[in-house]
């Protein structure tokens, strides 16, 4: 399969707590983008980091990646109710093809 | 300014029959992309198109066509719908088509709910 992988499949944490949740892929990459889905409606952009880049911050957003294990993580901190959603990594390879390969995505709950 | 617009939000088709699901992009988006995500998974892509031509298509059977107007709207048609067409159709837009340093970030409608029973 083209899909990566996102582990956790699902993270249920109290609110305030910390949410950390990890992408592999198997091929090279051009950039890494995460996104979140809200109850099965459209995705939205959260962060997008190039394959020379190793971190990078937006508000609670803390993105990671590690090109020589294929890995990225998605770190939220500070955790709140909003936050409550499916989190999904989209790859962009190194070919012509522009497509996003997308993993299964890690369903976050957060309890109040 | 308006997002990216699909049609219609939900129906429901019986198998055999053909469906066309329609989107606007943002305005000065050229590019149009259609997934499909089925429940519990990840999204699929379906097709690609910058500048009214078609720059990818997924692993999806010929069954699915798509069309992009020079109004950068889109339309994906699915013919003799099978039950496991029953998905969400998601639409994105972006601004990049063909750099290869592009970001490809993109910007979704809120989806085309498809029931085929």
């Known amino acids: 399969s083209q899909q990566g992988e996102e582990d956790p499949q699902a993270l249920s944490i109290q609110e305030g707590e910390n949410a950390t949740m990890n992408c592999s892929y198997k091929?090279?990459?051009?950039?890494l983008q995460w996104y979140r889905q809200n109850s099965g409606r459209g995705l939205v952009h959260l962060i997008l980091?190039?394959?020379n880049e190793r971190e990078k911050h937006s508000g609670r957003l803390r993105v990671t990646l590690d090109t020589s294990k294929k890995s990225s993580s998605l770190l939220i901190t500070a955790s709140r109710a909003a936050d409550t959603a499916s989190y999904f990594c989209?790859?962009?390879?190194?070919?012509?093809?522009?497509?996003?390969?997308w993993g299964a995505g890690t369903k976050l709950i957060i309890k109040p | 300014d308006a997002g990216v617009t699909q049609s219609p939000t939900h129906l429901i088709k019986t198998r055999g029959q053909q469906v066309t699901l329609r989107c606007s992009p943002i305005s000065g988006h050229k590019s149009v992309s259609w997934y499909q995500q089925v429940l519990g998974q990840g999204p699929q892509f379906i097709f690609q198109y910058y500048e009214k031509e078609e720059r990818g298509r997924g692993n999806f059977p010929d069954r699915f066509s798509a069309r992009q107007f020079p109004n950068y709207s889109s339309e994906l048609n699915v013919n003799a719908l099978l039950l496991g067409d029953s998905a969400l159709y998601l639409c994105a837009s972006s601004l990049e088509g063909q750099a290869p340093s592009g970001a490809n970030v993109l910007t979704f409608g809120a989806g085309s709910r498809l029931t085929v029973l």
């Open positions: 989209a790859r962009r390879g190194m070919d012509s093809n522009y497509q996003l390969i």
């Open positions: 980091i190039r394959s």
């Open positions: 091929t090279s990459i051009n950039n």
